[in-house]
């Protein structure tokens, strides 16, 4: 009971930090696509932004063609000007003994290693992001 209590005051909380941020928060379209290295769309890719100043992230997961569209308050709402440091994660596997794929190099998951950092300005914006191979792959003789 008391642990059902304070989940829904953290709820509680949180909407009404969120409809206090909405409010002040100006968020600008921020779009692109994510392809691996040979160009491929990668679909079900999970992108997080996160920046520092203000404290905050924007998350999408790219469609069919790689497409994504960042989301900060709502899903495509876009994100504040600042600077943004980027992870990309594989999607889960609903089966969870299912093998997951890899078509991610593991160091686009983590904020430190990604390497991939993007200024959003005021207005629209586009970032495509073209993966490097997987570290983790070799190819078989002759391929």
């Known amino acids: 009971m008391t642990c059902r209590i304070g989940n829904v005051c953290l709820v509680v909380m949180l909407a009404l930090l969120l409809s ?9 379209p921020v779009e ?3 392809t691996a290295h040979d160009g491929t769309p990668l679909e079900g890719v ?12 924007a998350t999408a997961v790219t469609d069919a063609s790689g497409r ?5 308050l709502r899903p495509g709402d876009g994100a504040p000007a600042g600077e943004y440091e980027l992870t990309l994660a594989e999607p889960q596997a609903e089966d ?12 686009y998951n983590n904020f430190a290693t990604s390497g991939l950092r993007f200024t959003v300005e005021p207005g629209s914006n586009r970032f495509d992001i073209e993966l490097e191979p997987f570290r983790g792959w070799s ?3 002759g391929q």
């Open 20 to 28: 206090g941020c909405g409010a002040k928060l100006k968020t600008y």
């Open 32 to 34: 692109g696509t994510v």
């Open 46 to 57: 999970q992108v997080v932004w996160r920046c520092t100043d203000p404290p905050l992230s």
């Open 68 to 72: 994504y569209r960042l989301g900060t």
């Open 96 to 107: 969870p003994d299912a093998p997951l794929p890899e078509r991610i190099d593991p160091r």
């Open 139 to 141: 190819p078989s003789p």
